[in-house]
């Protein structure tokens, strides 16, 4: 019985597309539970194989369904009954992260705090989102991570939806660009993809330097953008860095990418981090006087993304201590990140005890290898390497000897989005993190 199931059928040519290891460690143990003619209900290990696998694995079981027979039947995945993950191989897979029209409410111009660091780049992104203009066409916005380059990107698109009801408004991650190419490419879906990007009348498209090396990707990029420019539709990207920066960038991408307006942002001002500050205050209905608002500004060192992670510890420490937010209170519930900054983690701790989790050694993690288990436990070391210490991204790689930080960056970026919807790997990454402040 078990052996002829639609899923044996589905495993025996996935087994041939998979590396054996890989096989072995996520597939080996899954079975199928039950199938109607629209679904198979296959059951795995754990609730973070319920993710993982259509993550990473997605294109290869449509391939397999398809081989096997069951190409117009949706493979749902659970761990406890609950199949909440799926692979559709009538479709191209699912983006994980994509939110309805593909933009965070709360990425608003009305969110955005604007001073010195970023005026430039808020004056731009407004112009671009009320009209396309020749002059800022393309507007290209970089800056470092956690400095509001997404949060910019996508006030612009709000704002071109609620201003320009009808007009076709794409936003996306390069990372997901290069997904879809991927993608297209191997179901034929080329042409739907072109109509897709070629319709829009504003094209957002986050972290381009991730597109960058990818041949398929940049070529489909390139056409993109001169079939937008030339019907005179608004392109904008953002980068960590000015294109003259981005490693491998092709020529003709650098002039285009050139041919508009660079804007950049900085790291705020103590002003401009004060009021972010109380925005973020008056957005979650707190209270928060300056002395404390002096206090925490007076401590960001890195992003946005840094202080914001401050200010809801404190705003969570306050309300579970039933106390309103004052300065005492906020050096108590933030003494251990300061600790943590005296006598900084190393690295070499950090590997110690992800992989003693994972039951491997250092070396082990560090081994350059791509079996599954192994290759999941580093890229979470990395992502605890990246939040626990201060090493940078080309830091984290050299330490894996991968000569890439894009290899640190997709590693960390995957274990985040996973953590968001995994509470069995928030929970751990958590207790780790804990250990190391
Ligand atoms: P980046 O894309 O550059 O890495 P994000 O846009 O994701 O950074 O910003 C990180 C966080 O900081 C987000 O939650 C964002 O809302 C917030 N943020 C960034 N810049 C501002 C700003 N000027 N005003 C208010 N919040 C901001
Ligand atoms: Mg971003």
Redesign the pocket.
Known sequence: MEKTSAWAKILEHLKTRVDEREFDSWFRDSRQKSETAEAIFVQVRTPLFVDYIPEAYAAQIAEAARLAGAGNREIRFGADGDYRSAVNPQKLPAEPRRRAGGLNP??TFE????GES?RLAHAAALRVADQTSRQYNPLFVC??????????MQAIGHRRLSRRPGEKVVYLTSENFVNEVVLGVRFNKMESLRQRFRAADILLL?DVQFVVGKEASENELFHTFNALYDEGNQIVF?SDVPPREIPGLTDRLKSRFEGGLIVD?QL?DFETKVA?LR?KAEASQVVLEDDVAFFLAGKIKS???EL?GYFNRVVAFASLKGEAISLDLGREALKDVFRAEEHATTPAEILKLVGAHYGLKPAELRARTKRGPIVFARQVTMYVLKEATGLSLPEIGRLFSDKHHTTALHAIRKIAALREEDPVLDRLLAGFLAQFR
């Not at 969110?111 to 604007?114: A, R």
């Not at 991570?145 to 910019?152: A, P």
């Open positions: 709360a990425y969110h955005f705090v604007t970023n800056g470092g991570t956690g400095l509001g380059k997404t949060h910019l986050d953002s942002i705020p972010i925005q992003s946005i993304r914001e």
